[in-house]
């Protein structure tokens, strides 16, 4: 029999905690196994949208022996850090291997000390200081209160001596959340049956017939709720020895991804293309395009920070139907986050990110580096050819980096390391590439910019290229520096998004 299991729900492709404590369970997968077994794995697998997370646990009951039981999710995990601090909920950008060790999920004694320390291990509950557990419930998107009505009915038919722990918990102000817990193999056995039970039971009286794909899944939200009210009983019991730990929100957790070469051929181009400065980038990759020659490829990287898939969605637009150009997009700011960079300056973390790219990428030799506010006035595969061979600075903002001559910032990302990469880009030979009518490219510095209506050399060029953007109409609310920002309503000024502050008014005044 295995000691420690914590089965880590998922439904695509996610970053994987490597250890023997943590075992990924894909949905798909568990639904597969299932709909070989009995009728009741079949009838868990024909619902499998509808219980959730729960159907791991249903799957880790009938098919796995262990001595605890733990339950985690591809973007929530418990923080097994003991840092002293019960907050119900911490929150990264990432998981990866840096964040991974933060909260101790690579530690495997520590995880095991936290888990066979208790008889259940539960998450920190979440306080409803003006209203209660019942009302949260009554009043949460696309829950229902007769289904929560319909269950209480069941415990009070079927579980008379789980109704006072019911009352007490629905009617106070702390909350459970995410169907998430460690616990010892018979407690697991027990509260499983006890779960499952209810919840079959539950479809007898409740058909959910016009219920949404959400709606559909309150089985899984009436988990959440049954785990409270089964964890009071057991309290009330005594003779138990519980914890609470925080659960860790990763916000992505999609594997890193390491990109190749998309052409034998193709003239590597890396083009600086943050969230906040596409418009630019999309002038920048439009003028790239309308001097492209058609017998050549071109193997274009969109490489920034907190690049929206709207934005993606309109740069691969502008590609459609060009078999001689491939678009794809790195995210540098989760390599930034794995690095412990983030909390450099832009500036740093820019020219840090130009450095690294044989770091994020594999079997590129080198690339045409293309920065912000650049306007590309012939084919960028006259630079690459001119200086391929070489680490150089073509013009300002466009460099030809030779990857092997990147290896010395093969570790550590500081400070230091960010004003070694800016002394290596500036001192790197210029030979600046031009042809009879003048430069091969041009960068807006930000004394005088054409988006902000001055007069400079290349601005009708540089608009003629803008309006083949779908960023034309919002090209003037970009700074001089070519970043866009968003005019904010009083409403997210007072209340920004992701606060605490936020997400109190919207429960406060929701229905």
Not at 110 to 139: G, H
Not at 189 to 203: D, P, Q, R, T, V
Not at 410 to 439: C, H, I, M, N
């Amino acid at each position: 029999m295995n000691g420690l299991k914590i089965f880590v729900s998922s439904h695509k492709p996610c970053y994987e905690v490597k250890n023997e404590i943590f075992v990924p369970a894909r949905q798909s997968e568990i639904v597969h196994e299932l709909l070989q077994g009995d009728a009741e794995d079949v009838f868990m697998a024909e619902r499998a949208n509808e219980y959730c997370e729960l159907l791991t646990q249903y799957y880790a009951w009938k098919r796995v022996d262990a001595q605890y039981y733990g339950f985690a999710h591809y973007r929530r995990y418990f923080d097994f850090s003991a840092r002293g601090k019960a907050c119900p909920l911490i929150r990264r950008e990432y998981l990866n291997a840096r964040t991974a060790a933060e909260f101790c999920l690579t530690d495997g004694q520590k995880v095991r000390t936290a888990a066979e320390n208790a008889d259940v291990v539960a998450p920190v509950p979440l306080n409803y200081y003006v209203k209660s557990v019942y009302w949260q419930y009554c009043n949460g998107e696309f829950l229902h209160a007769e289904d929560l009505d319909a269950v209480l009915g069941i415990l009070e038919k079927e579980y008379p001596e789980y109704l006072p722990a019911a009352k007490k918990y629905l009617s106070g102000h702390y909350l459970y959340t995410c169907n998430m817990f460690v616990m010892k193999r018979e407690l697991f056995l027990s509260y499983s049956e006890w779960l499952f039970g209810i919840l079959k039971k539950f479809y007898a009286v409740r058909d959910m017939a016009g219920y949404s794909a959400a709606e559909r899944r309150a089985p899984g939200h009436l988990g959440e709720r049954l785990f409270g009210i089964w964890l009071t009983h057991l309290k009330e019991q005594g003779g138990y020895k519980t914890a609470q730990l925080p659960i860790v929100l990763f916000e992505n957790t999609s594997p890193r991804t390491v990109l190749t070469p998309a052409f034998e051929d193709g003239v590597p181009v890396f083009l600086r293309a943050d969230g906040d400065g596409a418009a630019l980038a999309a002038v920048t990759l439009s003028s790239f395009l309308s001097h492209a020659n058609a017998g050549r490829r071109y193997d274009i990287i969109a490489f920034g920070e907190r690049f929206t898939g709207e934005d993606k969605e309109k740069f691969l637009r502008m590609t459609e139907g060009r078999k001689n150009v491939s678009l794809r997009f790195l995210d540098v700011r989760a390599f930034l986050d794995e690095a412990d960079a983030l909390s450099l300056s832009r500036e740093e973390r820019e020219v840090l990110t130009a450095v690294s790219i044989p770091l994020q990428t594999s079997g590129f030799d080198g690339a045409l580096v293309l920065e912000h506010r650049v306007l590309l006035l012939a084919d960028a595969a006259e630079i690459w050819d001119a200086h391929c061979g070489r680490s150089v600075q073509c013009a300002d903002g466009v460099f030809v980096l030779r990857f092997a001559d990147l290896g010395a910032f093969g570790t550590g990302w500081d400070s230091r390391a960010a004003k070694k990469a800016a002394e290596f880009l500036s001192d790197l030979p210029q030979y600046l590439v031009v042809q009879d009518k003048g430069s091969l490219a041009v960068r807006f510095t930000s004394a005088k910019v054409p988006w902000k209506g001055d007069a400079c050399p290349y601005a009708e060029e540089f608009w003629a290229e803008a309006k083949k953007t779908a960023y034309a109409g919002q090209m003037r609310s970009c700074d001089k520096k070519g970043r866009f920002k968003e005019r904010k309503t009083l409403f997210d000024r007072v209340f920004p998004q992701g606060t605490r502050r936020r997400s109190a008014v919207k429960k406060l005044f929701r229905r």
